[in-house]
């Protein structure tokens, strides 16, 4: 069964003809979604439906390689690829700007983790599903004992650059983190849970260290400033973390994703899900960027 | 006014069908927000360099990063220039 990697309908029939039917109807009605998903996916020049059908059908296939190796291809592709994805590149070296406009964003996309993670749990019957995102809940946003959650260590980044609490909490997300928690909570919701588990925790690819192995053009932040006093002891404790926890986090989704994609055969709706995700928080993280501006001096 | 396009003035991309007028020309754009990109850059453009037309515009790159070359007369304008979701200039900067 394929299904729109924009809009996410099932096409019927099912095929890549009909998808391919859809997305040039939705081009031809100039839907800004689905032009951007083919121009940035596809080809720039308009196709004639038969070789639409056959790019599509080269693009979603596997090509015998795992679930999880296409998955981290497109993320890759898309904020990996040479030159990186533009908060990337910020992020490297970050001004106080850039953590800023990071933390007052994510500090709405981690509220919107929860919920997502909460569909998660409460739309699976796995066991194992359930245990690991009360694992990934802990460490986004409860907290266990001693180590405060990466949502905490976030707001200790924004007060060690000097924006309160109580001001980052009474920020408003921009309208590209808006859109991003809607169409999240969309996909969580009534998506299978197999692609609401890949459309969400692909995104803890982006700080994935393994990443530059398989082929991503750098880090997600250079590690040198891990060390020396470059950013704030707090901007390296919430770094620090997302570095070590996403790193487990991510390849155990991907594999969970992988085995309950195959067993209830929902593979197409994964792989939709995913680019929808994709696109999605490309646009948050120019977001983030959007925020920082307002902060540089 | 000379684009540097075949396709869509913003982004070259021949999907789309959105037609209208910019700079007295009516031009082809794959979506609205695309157009809503180019006429911020325009507006811009000749906000900062006090143009009341532009002979030019050449554009180079993609989502990622852009830079654009406008020229009106003898003058030249290099920036970089980037949007942000919905179309609103993030970045103007000229080189
Ligand atoms: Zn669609
Ligand atoms: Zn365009």
Same mark, same amino acid.
């Given at each position: 069964m394929t299904k729109c990697p924009v809009c996410l309908r099932e096409s019927e029939p099912s095929g890549f003809a009909s998808l391919a039917k859809h997305l040039e109807a939705q081009a031809d009605g100039s839907d800004s979604d689905h032009v951007r998903w083919l121009n940035q996916n596809v080809s720039r @020049?308009? #196709?004639?439906?038969?070789?639409?059908?056959?790019?599509?059908?080269?693009?979603?296939?596997?090509?015998?390689?795992?679930?999880?190796?296409?998955?981290?291809?497109?993320?890759?592709?898309?904020?990996?690829?040479?030159?990186?994805?533009? /908060?990337?590149?910020?992020?490297?070296?970050?001004?106080?700007? @850039?953590?800023?406009? *990071?933390?007052?964003?994510?500090?709405?996309?981690?509220?919107?983790? %929860?919920?997502?993670?909460? *569909?998660?749990?409460?739309?699976?019957?796995?066991?194992?599903?359930?245990?690991?995102?009360?694992?990934?809940?802990? @460490?986004?946003?409860?907290? @266990?004992?001693?180590?405060?959650?990466?949502?905490?260590? #976030?707001?200790?980044?924004g007060e060690s650059l000097g924006v309160s609490r109580e001001e980052i909490l009474a920020t408003a997300p921009l309208p590209a983190t808006r859109a991003g928690i809607d169409g999240w909570n969309r996909i969580a919701s009534t998506e299978p849970w197999p692609a609401a588990l890949g459309a969400m925790h692909c995104l803890e690819l982006i700080a994935h260290?393994?990443? %530059?192995?398989?082929?991503?053009?750098?880090?997600?932040?250079?590690?040198?400033? #891990?060390?020396?006093?470059?950013?704030?002891?707090?901007?390296?404790? /919430?770094?620090?973390?997302?570095?070590?926890?996403?790193?487990?986090?991510?390849?155990?989704a991907l594999a969970l994703v992988e085995r309950y994609a195959a067993e209830l055969g929902v593979v197409p709706d994964v792989q939709a899900a995913v680019l929808r995700s994709i696109d999605l928080f490309d646009d948050y993280l120019i977001a983030r960027l959007e925020r920082g501006a307002t902060f540089e001096r | 006014m000379n684009v540097n396009f075949a396709g869509c003035a913003l982004c070259d991309s021949t999907w789309g069908n959105v037609w209208a007028e910019v700079e007295g020309e009516r031009r082809f754009f794959c979506c609205e927000l695309c157009l809503r990109q180019f006429r911020n850059l325009l507006a811009r453009v000749k906000l900062e360099t006090g143009w009341v037309h532009l002979d030019a515009v050449e554009i180079v790159g993609d989502r990622s990063g852009r830079t654009c070359t406008a020229s009106c007369g003898s003058g030249t304008l290099r920036v970089r220039v980037a949007f942000n979701a919905e179309g609103t200039l993030r970045q103007f900067e000229p080189f």
């Open positions: @020049t308009k #196709l004639g439906a038969p070789e639409l059908t056959e790019r599509l059908e080269r693009f979603f296939d596997l090509k015998g390689a795992p679930l999880s190796e296409w998955i981290k291809r497109r993320f890759i592709a898309r904020f990996y690829a040479e030159p990186a994805h533009p /908060f990337v590149r910020a992020l490297q070296h970050p001004s106080r700007a @850039t953590l800023l406009g *990071y933390v007052v964003e994510h500090q709405h996309f981690l509220r919107q983790w %929860v919920r997502s993670c909460a *569909y998660i749990m409460a739309r699976t019957d796995r066991p194992d599903v359930v245990l690991y995102e009360l694992d990934n809940l802990n @460490t986004e946003y409860g907290g @266990t004992g001693a180590t405060p959650a990466h949502y905490e260590l #976030l707001l200790r980044m260290r393994d990443l %530059v192995r398989e082929g991503a053009s750098s880090h997600y932040f250079d590690p040198g400033i #891990l060390q020396g006093t470059e950013i704030s002891d707090a901007a390296k404790a /919430f770094l620090r973390e997302g570095y070590e926890a996403d790193m487990g986090h991510a390849g155990q | -």
